[in-house]
């Protein structure tokens, strides 16, 4: 299914709210509203009200970082003192827990760091290749931009709603 983007530029919030708000009450077939980005130079925080709520994945990745890091420190810790059972010990356990627990709550630091810094470049889409050629440096200076992805034949009523709230500029791209 070949879908398009569209990005369109708008001097104030109320217009791009404006059109957000239309945009959710209207159902056009092909557009999902979770595909609806609104760019901007400046924090608004009545966005969500309009946009609700979106997903964040880095708690996720925050998790998974730490316990990779907490578990495979400890296998790895325990096995190599474990390699060393034919030396005399003295009575001490071969695998010592309480000093371990330190080393394995360092390392469970480092993943979390770690994974979650990879994490967020990945959902931040800096990446090189995942970077959208469809982009305009006003957003950075004082406009705000309202990118859409839907199916190709929904392009046309988008293109007009967004003709109706007097964006400044239109830009469309096709993404395989």
């Known amino acids: 299914m070949i879908h398009h983007r569209m990005l369109a530029l708008f001097n104030d919030f109320d217009g791009a709210t404006n059109l957000l708000r239309e945009l959710k009450a209207t159902s056009i077939p092909?557009?999902?509203?979770?595909?609806?980005?609104?760019?901007?130079?400046?924090?608004?925080?009545?966005?969500?009200?309009?946009?609700?709520?979106?997903?964040?994945?880095?708690?996720?990745?925050?998790?998974?970082?730490?316990?990779?890091?907490?578990?495979?420190?400890?296998?790895?810790?325990?096995?190599?003192?474990?390699?060393?059972?034919?030396?005399?010990?003295?009575?001490k356990p071969i695998i010592p827990i309480p000093p371990n627990l330190v080393l394995t709550y360092e390392m469970l630091i480092l993943g979390g760091v770690f994974i979650t810094i990879v994490g967020?470049?990945?959902?931040?889409?800096?990446?090189?290749?995942?970077?959208?050629?469809?982009?305009?440096?006003?957003?950075?200076?004082?406009?705000?931009?309202?990118?859409?992805?839907?199916?190709?034949?929904?392009?046309?009523q988008i293109?007009?709603?967004?003709?109706k709230h007097r964006a400044l500029e239109i830009q469309e791209e096709v993404v395989a």
């Open 30 to 91: 092909g557009l999902d509203f979770d595909n609806v980005t609104m760019k901007s130079p400046i924090e608004h925080p009545d966005v969500e009200a309009v946009l609700g709520l979106r997903p964040v994945n880095v708690q996720k990745w925050t998790l998974f970082g730490s316990l990779f890091g907490g578990i495979v420190s400890f296998v790895l810790i325990s096995a190599a003192q474990g390699n060393f059972f034919a030396q005399m010990k003295g009575g």
């Open 120 to 156: 967020f470049l990945i959902g931040a889409g800096l990446p090189v290749g995942l970077k959208s050629s469809l982009y305009n440096a006003k957003i950075s200076e004082d406009q705000i931009g309202i990118l859409i992805k839907a199916e190709a034949h929904a392009m046309p």
């Open 159 to 163: 293109r007009a709603l967004f003709e």
